[in-house]
């Protein structure tokens, strides 16, 4: 009989969680009682935040006596601080689980996940099955498919983030990313470290790919928004707006910003892929 493994969530999530409640709960005892008339917090995943970011910023010069204040802390911490109440907008990169779904959500794009390597790299392609099998470790060194002579530094993303859930479902299947990998609490700082490291392997959202990395060809197929809405680039996931309940006044005209034609401008020239809807 095969010895059952059950997963708890890490003390890096419960912590994590901590930190942002506690940040939010900072921000809102400093704003009083104007916070339900004048401030929206937001607050999850850190694939979304930069793309919020760049929402807010907008929102706020077109409406001055509007506050948003956008929190990371990745798409578990962002769940529960919508649960709990101390976030009026949650962000997800991952699907909500069967126990989540009393959340209201919204799309608000589609992204796809990059596996990056450094821009040296000579290897330009992989197949879904060899990325599986440098993150179970299977694969270990970069000669064996013909490149550099070297180990492979692998990086991942922490317990409870929603780019790792994502990874997860969408390459690793039956199989387990190996305890060895290096473990990293932001799209940023994996993308930071493969850019310094031309050993490295990692995977970030595809907006967030830039000059200081390499984002892979995966059996052939480019990452790029057209080979996503077609259907032939497979490592892509929905973009997550949540609250507690049906969302109303403030949090629900930024929502209706979100998703109006200005909002997905915004979103799909940073990248995202954006669809219309009706919040």
């Not at 937001?42 to 910023?57: D, H, I, Y």
């Not at 409406?63 to 919508?82: C, E, F, L, N, R």
């Not at 699907?95 to 000579?122: C, F, M, Q, R, Y």
């Not at 530094?153 to 990874?167: I, L, P």
Request: negative net charge; aromatic residues 6%.
């Amino acid at each position: 009989m095969k010895n059952l493994r059950i997963r708890y969530p890490s003390i890096k999530s419960f912590f994590t969680f901590f930190c942002v409640t506690i940040h939010i709960s900072l921000i809102v005892l400093s704003s009083g009682c104007s916070r339900s008339s004048a401030s929206i917090i937001v607050a999850g995943s850190t694939s979304v935040q930069p793309f919020a970011e760049v929402l807010a910023e907008e929102y706020m010069i077109l409406h001055p006596d509007i506050v948003i204040d956008i929190q990371g802390g990745g798409s578990a911490a962002g769940i529960m601080a919508t649960n709990s109440g101390t976030a009026d907008i949650g962000m997800s990169s991952r699907a909500l689980k069967p126990d989540e779904l009393h959340l209201w959500s919204l799309e608000i794009a589609s992204d796809g996940l990059a596996v990056i390597v450094h821009p040296e790299n000579p290897i330009h392609n992989l197949s879904l099955e060899q990325v599986r099998g440098i993150y179970s470790g299977e694969i270990s060194r970069w000669d064996t498919l013909g490149g550099i002579s070297s180990q492979i530094h692998v990086f991942t993303r922490e317990e409870g983030s929603g780019t790792r859930s994502s990874f997860e479902s969408l390459v690793m299947s039956s199989s387990e990313i190996m305890p060895e990998a290096m473990v990293q609490d932001s799209n940023g700082a994996v993308r930071q470290l493969v850019g310094d490291d031309p050993a490295a392997i990692g995977f970030i959202s595809l907006g967030l790919v830039d000059g200081t990395v390499k984002a892979m060809e995966l059996d052939g197929t480019t990452p790029t928004s057209e080979h996503i809405l077609d259907g032939t680039y497979l490592l892509s996931r929905s973009f997550l707006f949540l609250t507690a309940d049906e969302p109303s006044g403030i949090v629900k005209e930024f929502i209706e910003f979100t998703t109006s034609a200005q909002g997905r401008n915004l979103l799909n020239a940073e990248g995202l892929i954006t669809r219309e809807v009706n919040p």
